[in-house]
């Protein structure tokens, strides 16, 4: 390979940052994602993140059902450039709009921001997204939000991720006060604080300080919050975990951040260090190993596929994580599963809503591809060759819906329809295994449901009926003898489309007893 090329992919490869904020509703990531993309001189976008989320009527031709509930049905994916980096921010979008994509985008980033709201702790959606990172060894950073309010106690905080989520801790700055007593935070590392202050709350000072028991803070804080903080930091100094990048990197330890987002307080000097610490582009695993991002072959995956974000032509967009190489636009590559070379000619990044067009691209960054439904979830793209990346995961299914077609003379298309919105990703499909044949389709939002139906009328012709079943739980089982006499009581045995067999349960207990009663078997989250 040519030395010049070598040299520019790494470069490119070293500054990139790519990755997502993981959160439950309401914890400020919409304010926090603004704030980043303020830093980055992405001006032109401070609004539109909020917009889209606020406004009844999208600006862009998204689909019917973005337009009617004025949010992004699927993630999209920001960039912006800041002290030479080039970060792209994954949206994950959350609340009804959450779906099996907002956890396959955990798939194309190399790390994770769980956003925390001080008052609230570690909340429901937060733990599921950290569980998926987790298992992807995806190293979290942890940013603790509204410390102008009345919070938990910083220790308290620390014990729950500890307890809820079986991660260790280490404080990289430390509050001074808190709510209305806020006026600033140290820095440990940097050995500096930053003070809060003003009526208004944005007025923001940097001081470089000897350490924690300089004289400046107690002037600036006052000497019960300095006493305060003195008490913490010695403790922490003390019986803390100390700042260890491997555990980082392995996912055991997540370093942790204070500030508040709405009012800017903390979020520079959070993204400063975040950028310092996160990991560029890491290799992705293949059939024939991992594959570097430096390697001078271009390569990437589609990790999800947005439909119909123009009704007038139907078209889909196959977004790709570029893994290795270079990306030029118009330049062919080999479509692995299809055996064929095709042409990437109008790839598109995402802005917000924006769509622009781009030329170049690199290991970390996120492309849009036109895909006239050539495209599945977990297709490689690789540039001479025939790299075939690790599969994506299915995650277990949370909610279930028997489907049937309202007319019987359209069996044929709802059959396609089924097929093609299964291998596309859109929703899991799941067949009875007793006398009585039936389709029960499961998802882990409500939202994949109503994509689901828009989306076999819209394309396929075709009205479904959806009767909600009272499952709440699927694991795949894996045993020699299967007996599905064992899976009566509140759950059932059903069947994938590969044939593999997935009991449903329709709570914890019925799963738990399931268990007990099949010792010998595996009870897998994901398929075998
Ligand atoms: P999302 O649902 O996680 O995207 O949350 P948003 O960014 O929409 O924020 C939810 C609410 O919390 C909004 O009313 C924000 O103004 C508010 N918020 C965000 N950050 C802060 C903060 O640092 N302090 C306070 N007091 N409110 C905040």
Redesign the pocket.
């Known amino acids: 390979m040519s030395q010049t090329l070598q040299t520019e992919i790494q470069k490119e490869v070293d500054k990139r940052r790519t990755f997502a904020i993981i959160?439950?509703?309401?914890?400020?990531?919409?304010?926090?994602?603004?704030k980043l993309l303020l830093f980055g001189g992405a001006i032109r976008l401070a609004g539109t993140v909020?917009a889209r989320?606020a406004s009844r009527h999208a600006t862009s031709d998204w689909m019917e059902i973005e337009k009617q509930r004025g949010i992004s049905v699927t993630s999209s994916v920001m960039q912006f450039d800041y002290n030479g980096h080039r970060v792209n921010i994954l949206d994950t979008p959350?609340?009804q709009d959450f779906s099996e994509d907002t956890y396959r985008t955990l798939t194309a980033a190399d790390s994770a921001v769980m956003?925390i709201?001080v008052a609230k702790g570690v909340e429901a959606q937060t733990i599921k997204l950290f569980q998926v990172c987790r298992k992807r060894g995806i190293p979290i950073f942890t940013f603790i939000?509204?410390?102008?309010?009345e919070g938990k106690n910083p220790f308290d905080l620390m014990e729950e991720l500890e307890q809820v989520l079986g991660i260790r801790s280490v404080p990289m700055n430390w509050p001074i006060g808190m709510g209305r007593d806020l006026c600033g935070v140290y820095d440990r590392m940097k050995k500096q604080v930053e003070l809060f202050q003003g009526d208004d709350h944005t007025t923001i000072q940097v001081r470089p300080v000897e350490d924690y028991n300089d004289n400046v803070i107690r002037e600036m804080a006052g000497e019960f919050l300095h006493d305060q903080l003195v008490q913490d930091l010695e403790l922490l100094d003390v019986a803390g975990d100390p700042f260890d990048f491997d555990k980082v990197r392995a996912g055991e330890l997540t370093p942790v951040f204070f500030?508040?987002?709405?009012?800017n307080?903390g979020v520079q000097t959070f993204l400063e260090n975040f950028l310092q610490l996160a990991p560029k582009p890491t290799p992705r695993n293949s059939l024939d190993g991992p594959v570097e991002p430096t390697s001078d072959k271009f390569s990437g995956y589609v990790f999800k596929i947005q439909a119909n974000m123009n009704p007038a032509h139907r078209d889909r967009i196959a977004f790709l994580r570029i893994c290795s190489g270079r990306f030029e636009r118009g330049m062919s590559v080999r479509h692995v599963r299809a055996g064929k070379e095709i042409k990437l000619s109008q790839p598109q990044q995402f802005l917000a809503q924006d769509r622009d067009i781009v030329d170049v691209a690199y290991p970390g960054d996120i492309i849009g591809l036109f895909d006239p439904g050539i495209f599945r979830i977990g297709d490689s793209l690789a540039q001479g060759g025939n790299i075939v990346f690790d599969e994506l995961p299915t995650f277990p299914p949370e909610i279930f819906a028997k489907v049937t077609v309202k007319n019987a003379l359209k069996h044929k298309q709802y059959q396609k329809g089924l097929d093609q919105l299964t291998e596309e990703g859109t929703i899991q499909v799941f067949h009875s295994i007793g006398s009585i044949e039936e389709t029960i389709l499961g998802v882990v939002g409500q939202l994949q449901f109503e994509v689901f139906e828009h989306r076999m009328r819209a394309e396929y012709g075709v009205e479904i009926q959806l009767q909600r079943m009272s499952f709440q739980a699927a694991r795949w089982i894996v045993d020699e003898q299967i007996d599905p006499g064992k899976f009566r009581i509140n759950s059932t045995l059903v069947k994938d489309k590969k044939g593999n067999y997935v009991a449903l349960f329709e709570n914890e207990y019925a799963m738990r007893t399931a268990m007990e009663k099949n010792p010998t078997a595996k009870f897998l989250e994901t398929q075998p």
């Open positions: 959160s439950h509703p309401d914890a400020g990531k919409t304010t926090l994602t603004e909020k989320k959350g609340h956003l709201d939000n509204k410390l102008d309010r500030g508040s987002a709405v009012n307080f």
